[in-house]
C-alpha cells in the first residue's frame, strides 16, 4: 500500500493550542472530525486539556460542574492506594469495577481551518464543550456527516454514569442545535452513512459490552436520526491479528462502485492502534462484503509511535477525491496528522469474506 504522509505532519500539535483554561495546558489536539465547509477543511480537533500540577505527586482531575458552569478541580495523591495511576490518561479506583474512576484532562470540540488541507489555523474558541451532566468528564472523538446543508457532528460524551454518543447539528459551525444522547452508555465511534439507504438512515456504533461480547463494532437503522434501532452485530475481534483487542468505526462511510468503503480502527491488548478497512454493501451495509486482514496503516512516523499515549493512529475522518483518499487521523493521542491513500489500492488489498 502506497501511503503519502504530508510533509507538514503533524498538522497540528498541541503547542498550536492556546489552553481555554487559565493554569491549564493543552495535551492533545487530535482525533479530529472533518467537515469541508464553504471551500475550506475543517478539522473539529478534540482538545484535551489538564490542570497544570506544580507537585509531581499530585495528578489533577478536571471535572465540568454543569450547575455552575465551571470546572472544578480534584487533587489525588499519586501515594493514594486507593488509585492505580498508571495509564496517563486515566485514574483507576482499584476497588470499582468501573475502567476508570476519573479522567487525567478534560477534552473539548474545537475547529482548525485550512483553505488547502496542509496549514491550519486554529479557532480562539471551543465550538462544542461540556454543557450537561452526561459530559462532566468532557466530550472527545467527534465525527462530521454531512446531509444536505446540516453538518451532523457526535461524539463521546463522558461522565462517571458511562460514556455514550451525543448529537448536535449545525450549518454554519457557530449556531449549535442540541440532539441529546443518541446511544447510551457504554457507546462510542458512531459513524453516520452521508445517506439514506432504502429510505432508512444507518450508523455503525461500538458498544462496550460487560456481561458477554467484546469492545466490536455494530449497526443500526433510524429514520431521523435520533432513534436507533434493529441493531445487529457486524464485525468481531479477530484472535492473534492486527484488530484482536478492541475495533471501532473510524472514518464517515464513503461510497464506492464496489459497496461502502469504512476506515475503521483495531488495536491490540497491548494498546496498538492501527487502520483498516471493511467494504459494505451498498443496499445493505448490514452484510460485510470484504474486510482488511492487514492494516492499511499502522504507527511508523516518530510522531505516531512517540507522545501522551504512543503507538496510535487513529482516524476519525477522510475526505474523497475521485481515487484520492486523505485519510486525517490522530497520532500518540496527541497531535493531528494527514496521509494520502489510494481507494483502489485498498478495495484492492481487501480479502472477501
Ligand atoms: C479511554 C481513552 C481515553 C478517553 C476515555 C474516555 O480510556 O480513549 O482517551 O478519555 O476512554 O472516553
Not at 461540556?130 to 467527534?142: A, M, Q, R
Not at 457526535?154 to 448536535?168: I, K, N, Q, T
Not at 442545535?177 to 445517506?195: A, Q, S
Not at 454493501?281 to 470484504?290: G, M
Request: with cysteine; net charge negative; aromatic share 12%.
Amino acid at each position: 500500500m502506497k501511503i503519502y504522509r504530508y510533509e507538514q505532519n503533524p498538522l497540528i500539535t498541541p503547542a498550536d493550542v492556546k489552553p481555554f483554561h487559565n493554569d491549564f495546558e493543552v495535551i492533545g489536539a487530535f482525533n479530529a472530525g472533518i467537515a469541508s465547509y464553504k471551500g475550506e477543511v475543517l478539522m473539529l480537533l478534540r482538545v484535551a486539556e489538564r490542570p497544570i500540577s506544580k507537585d509531581p505527586k499530585i495528578v489533577k482531575a478536571p471535572i465540568y460542574n454543569p450547575d455552575t458552569n465551571e470546572l472544578e478541580i480534584l487533587d489525588l495523591n499519586t501515594d493514594d492506594e486507593r488509585f492505580d495511576f498508571s495509564d496517563p490518561r486515566v485514574i483507576k479506583n482499584k476497588s470499582a469495577s468501573a475502567t476508570f474512576q476519573y479522567l487525567t484532562s478534560l477534552s473539548y470540540i474545537r475547529i482548525a481551518r485550512s483553505k488547502d488541507g496542509h496549514h491550519f489555523t486554529v479557532d480562539e474558541k471551543p465550538l462544542v464543550y461540556p454543557s450537561n451532566s452526561l459530559e462532566t468528564f468532557g466530550v472527545e472523538d467527534p465525527r462530521v456527516t454531512q446531509i444536505g446543508d446540516t453538518y451532523y457532528i457526535y461524539f463521546s460524551a463522558v461522565s462517571p454514569v458511562g460514556v455514550g454518543e451525543s448529537l448536535v447539528s449545525t450549518k454554519d459551525f457557530v449556531n449549535i442545535t442540541h440532539h441529546g444522547m443518541i446511544f447510551g452508555p457504554d457507546n462510542k465511534d458512531v459513524l453516520i452513512f452521508p445517506e439514506k439507504i432504502n429510505s432508512k438512515y444507518y450508523a455503525l456504533h461500538r458498544p462496550t459490552t460487560k456481561s458477554t461480547g467484546n469492545p466490536e463494532i455494530w449497526i443500526a437503522e433510524s429514520d431521523n436520526l435520533l432513534y436507533w434501532g434493529n441493531h445487529k452485530h457486524l464485525i468481531g475481534l479477530r484472535d492473534g491479528m492486527w484488530d484482536s483487542g478492541r475495533i471501532g468505526g473510524g472514518a464517515v462511510p464513503f461510497k464506492t462502485d464496489k459497496g461502502w468503503l469504512e476506515l475503521y480502527h483495531g488495536a491490540t491488548l497491548e494498546h496498538r492502534y492501527c487502520m483498516g478497512a471493511v467494504l459494505l454493501d451498498l443496499n445493505d451495509p448490514s452484510k460485510v462484503i470484504a474486510r482488511s486482514n492487514a492494516p492499511i496503516m499502522e504507527p511508523e512516523a516518530d510522531y505516531e509511535k512517540n507522545g501522551f499515549f504512543g503507538d496510535v493512529v487513529f482516524s476519525c475522518g477522510a475526505l474523497v477525491e475521485g481515487d484520492v483518499v486523505k485519510m486525517y487521523y490522530g497520532v500518540a493521542d496527541t497531535s493531528m496528522a494527514c496521509a494520502e491513500l489510494s481507494v483502489q489500492e485498498i478495495l484492492d488489498s481487501l480479502v472477501y469474506v
